[in-house]
């Protein structure tokens, strides 16, 4: 199988990495070479469980399906792995006893168990000391949140931790049995100061956690250690592959997308939608809170804006799901025709034709944060039809999206040029095209639809000493993406403003309804 992949470059033999991608509806192994090409990719869908408190992942389901998604990828390709990194969702928290095994379950990211928790500490710090240190909101999500829960609620498990890891940080100690994080991740948890670049001692000691409990913090594409021969065994993985710290989702994907210079933000979309302003190096963040969350980046000396929305493709799934189409737009077994919904509803109107939509079926995200706050279609009428609806949650996400950068620049001191989708929405070009002419700026397509996994690979070439630098991967990689460019004729200013005029005066009867919808 070898001889399938293996192949000379300048006279020596080419490199290949593989990326462990741990995230919220997949866990992802795969493979690419040094250029940055894809071999294989093996996939599971993410396991989550329920239980009276809430959501959470089994870390040893975790590890065997990653395992044994390790191991498939690596047969299938028949290559040996020069080096291994790990991407992940943030937040979720797993403990690690003395034994060296999980002291309890992960509770997964979304979970939000731990509200009084976090109520304590706004009330004790307020939230805007909280977020000169942490560069977050007060929301139970954060990592600090959980692990206080948890001694509250499960004092033994608790007691027999001595490290808290996340998700990826957890995948990273079952390879090489060390601790270690990175910025990314460790900003993620409300326990992180973002100015020093270190662990808050002021956070902890009111939380009465010991700092020594946490992870060090690396720079990502660090080399924290090698494979082992039992590990070797157990994942497929060649013995000896240097492991990388790799990082968040979300700053892996920027590697691929090509956005570290300052000059773009990184539209990361799925079910929902993240939006990431990256600065140069050695910038000083502006440390005033106005909607967006300011975390560091893989490297320290920079810094990330970050706004996002909850429900962004979910948005699009819910109006195709909810609403009533056309016959023909459905095939014989009841599967929507994608192609041909997106060609008619190109040609139809949706804030044009007097119909906004507002994407908060989740609560409002960035830069309202606010629970309370709910989604609606204003100005429907009898005349509308489904595409009419479809197209307005385009356009209502498209709206929504310029708010955040607008945000993200204003905070930045910066005008970026264009924007880079990653995810799944990136193939759906009319979407695309209506967030160009919305934001009057350049749409850019990334080339690789796993572009997270593709920036943890690149970490694992830079720490195996391949590419220098994230910038230089990053260059390279950026001259795939394909280029929407804003249409002539297509003003959207005037619907823009009424799209944010109408969110103000919408949010008392907003706040109206959900206290009704509370009783």
Not at 9 to 34: C, H, P, Q, R
Not at 84 to 105: F, K, Y
Request: charged share 25%; net charge negative.
């Amino acid at each position: 199988m070898c001889a399938a992949f293996c192949h000379l470059k300048d006279g020596e033999m080419m490199k290949y990495y593989l990326a462990i991608d741990v995230g919220t509806t997949n866990w992802k192994a795969s493979v690419f070479d040094e250029a940055g090409t894809m071999l294989a990719i093996e996939r599971t869908p993410t396991v989550t469980h329920t239980e009276a408190a809430g959501r959470y992942y089994d870390p040893i389901e975790m590890w065997d399906s990653v395992r044994k998604l390790c191991a498939a990828v690596t047969a299938r390709v028949g290559v040996p792995i020069s080096g291994v990194s790990v991407t992940s969702v943030s937040e979720a928290i797993v403990g690690i006893a003395r034994n060296g095994q999980p002291s309890g379950n992960i509770i997964t990211w979304f979970d939000t168990r731990s509200m009084k928790q976090a109520m304590r500490m706004r009330e004790a710090f307020g939230q805007e000391k909280l977020y000169r240190i942490t560069g977050l909101d007060v929301n139970p999500i954060f990592s600090v949140f959980k692990i206080m829960w948890i001694r509250e609620n499960r004092p033994a498990e608790y007691e027999k931790t001595v490290k808290w890891l996340s998700v990826g940080d957890y995948i990273l100690y079952r390879l090489t049995g060390e601790f270690a994080t990175d910025c990314t991740l460790a900003c993620r948890t409300m326990a992180f100061d973002i100015c020093s670049n270190t662990w808050s001692r002021e956070i902890l000691d009111w939380a009465q956690i010991p700092e020594d409990r946490f992870p060090p913090i690396y720079n990502s594409g660090t080399v924290i250690g090698t494979v082992s021969e039992a590990t070797a065994q157990a994942t497929g993985i060649t013995r000896g592959a240097k492991v990388a710290v790799g990082g968040n989702d979300h700053p892996c994907g920027s590697i691929a997308a090509g956005v570290i210079r300052g000059d773009k933000i990184l539209d990361s979309s799925g079910t929902a939608e993240s939006f990431l302003y990256i600065s140069q190096k050695d910038a000083v963040p502006n440390m005033k809170f106005r909607g967006q969350r300011t975390c560091r980046y893989l490297q320290k000396e920079r810094y990330v804006l970050w706004g996002g929305i909850i429900c962004s493709g979910r948005s699009f799934d819910w109006a195709t799901e909810t609403f009533l189409l056309p016959e023909g737009m459905r095939s014989t077994e009841g599967k929507l025709n994608y192609k041909e919904l997106l060609d008619t509803a190109a040609k139809v109107k949706g804030i044009e034709d007097g119909l906004i939509y507002y994407p908060h079926l989740r609560g409002a995200g960035a830069p309202h944060w606010d629970p309370r706050v709910s989604g609606s279609l204003l100005g429907l009428r009898d005349t509308h039809t489904s595409l009419n609806v479809i197209r307005a949650v385009l356009e209502g996400l498209s709206m929504q999206a310029r708010r955040i950068i607008e945000t993200e620049e204003a905070v930045a001191g910066v005008k970026v040029n264009s924007v880079c989708v990653v995810g799944g929405s990136s193939k759906n070009l009319l979407w695309q095209q209506i967030k160009a002419n919305v934001l009057q700026k350049d749409v850019e397509l990334c080339h690789e639809p796993e572009a997270t996994s593709l920036g943890a690979a690149m970490l694992a070439a830079i720490g195996d000493g391949t590419y220098d630098s994230i910038e230089q991967v990053s260059d390279i990689l950026a001259c795939r993406n394909q280029v929407v460019h804003p249409e002539v004729g297509h003003n959207y200013e005037e619907a823009y403003q009424l799209f944010c005029d109408g969110y103000d005066q919408l949010k008392e009867m907003n706040y109206r309804l959900y206290e009704l919808g509370a009783k």
